[in-house]
Nanobody, 128 residues
């Protein structure tokens, strides 16, 4: 089994920053990469950012480009999401996910079906 545990969420004013962490534990998996998704109240799950393990390539949804940064610490088996210049529309439950495979099998990194393990989520609330 693989467990993903997110932390670092909270309440912040617009313009502020938060850093989310996702710690992975359990058996070693063939990780294509990891990603962050979010779900706002009454809305579907939205891709936020992804990091490909093989070469460190990163991907972001347009609305967070230039504000959010995904990174990893291999020694700690942890992925981070640094969120700067937060906006009220960033308010959501943020999830991390891991793809237990070596290729995407044709799926985009923004696709939830690519990911095999999910955390429970951490709440981010941005006040105006």
């Amino acid at each position: 089994q693989v467990q993903l545990v997110e932390s670092g969420g909270g309440l912040v004013q617009a313009g502020g920053s938060l850093r989310l962490s996702c710690a992975a534990s359990g058996r070693t998996i063939s990780t294509y990469g990891m990603a962050w998704f979010r779900q706002a109240p009454g809305k579907g799950q939205e891709f936020v950012a992804a990091l490909r393990w093989s070469d460190g390539s990163t991907y972001y949804t347009d609305s967070v480009k230039g504000r959010f940064t995904i990174s990893r610490d291999n020694a700690k088996n942890t992925v981070y999401l640094q969120m700067n210049t937060l906006k009220p529309e960033d308010t959501a439950l943020y999830y991390c996910a891991a793809a237990d495979r070596t290729t995407t099998q044709g799926m985009g990194v923004w696709t939830t079906a690519l990911y095999d393990y999910w955390g429970q989520g951490t709440q981010v609330t941005v006040s105006s």
